[in-house]
């Protein structure tokens, strides 16, 4: 942490607190809501903690409603994010809604979905793509309608970074002009 530069946003995905129930992919209903929320509670409790002693914003983000949900409980006004799957949209898109997220992290594969922009549109929010393992993808994603400052993710070690990684966005449609590809280094800001 220390080695990182203080204007530069943390994305802490919450993946699994330590169990095989994690649900991912799913919009909980009821009791399944409350009973994944209160399996997450303890781990998350703990990141949380960790959290406290950052200098910077914190956005967390998960494919676990369950985890957003113990987010939300704990800090009402924390950053969240729904990370979408590749299959199931409404479950990500119902989740989304529900805890009134700051960002969708879609994969690539997904980034010309046509709900989404009327989604990002509905909650006034960043759309942060991933797995972009080189700059054609960066291209395929930039061209689907971020702005400049989109958060390009990539998780292969072969290829070097994306340039623009560390910034964020508002989605605009793909018929709106997109601006050179390469943001710079820019915060959650």
């Not at 993946?15 to 799913?26: D, L, V």
């Not at 990684?165 to 943001?183: D, E, I, L, Q, Y």
Request: net charge positive.
């Amino acid at each position: 942490m220390a080695a990182r530069p203080s204007d530069v946003g943390l994305n802490v995905e919450l993946k699994n607190p330590g169990t095989t129930a994690i649900r991912p992919f799913e919009a909980l209903s009821g009791q399944d809501r409350v009973a994944a929320r209160e399996r997450w509670t303890p781990f998350v409790e703990r990141v949380l903690s960790m959290a406290d002693e950052c200098e910077t914003e914190v956005l967390f983000s998960s494919f676990c409603e369950g985890a957003l949900a113990a987010v939300r409980a704990r800090r009402p006004n924390a950053r969240l994010a729904a990370l979408f799957g590749r299959r199931d949209w409404k479950a990500g898109a119902t989740v989304a809604r529900r805890y009134d997220v700051d960002a969708l992290h879609v994969p690539l594969a997904q980034v010309d979905h046509p709900e989404l922009v009327d989604l990002t549109a509905a909650l006034g929010t960043a759309v942060n793509v991933w797995t972009v393992r080189d700059w054609q993808d960066a291209r395929r994603a930039l061209a689907a309608g971020p702005t400049e400052s989109s958060t390009i993710t990539r998780t292969s070690t072969a290829t070097p970074p994306v340039r623009g990684s560390a910034c964020r966005t508002r989605w605009r449609p793909a018929h709106r002009p997109v601006p050179p590809f390469g943001c710079g280094r820019r915060g959650w800001g």
